[in-house]
């Protein structure tokens, strides 16, 4: 009799712990997935960013070239002139 208690003790602990490891496991996936959603977000944002900092940054080298003046490319960009000065000053 003690035995076959035993046994189904140890049996319930077996189940009771796989259903634990595979809550664990199931909580880490979904932890997982949300943080590379997030991740993913962030470096779209960013990246999103660069690309019009860079876009801004060669339209001002183009109008550079073509002679306009930094207040007619405020006028033009809606960028203060001391941003504009700024830019063209690390060009």
């Known amino acids: ?13 077996e189940d009771v712990k796989d259903a634990m490891e595979y809550h664990h496991r199931m909580g ?6 949300k943080g590379m959603e997030k991740g993913m977000e962030k470096g779209m944002k960013e990246g999103r960013e660069e690309g019009k ?11 550079l070239e073509m002679g306009i003046s930094i207040v007619d490319m405020a006028r033009i960009t809606g960028i203060p002139e001391e941003e504009l000065r700024q830019l063209c000053s690390e060009r």
């Open 1 to 13: 009799m003690e035995k076959q208690e035993y046994e189904k003790s140890v049996l319930e602990y």
């Open 28 to 33: 880490f996936a979904e932890g997982m997935e």
């Open 53 to 63: 900092k860079q876009a801004r940054q060669e339209m001002i080298a183009n109008m």
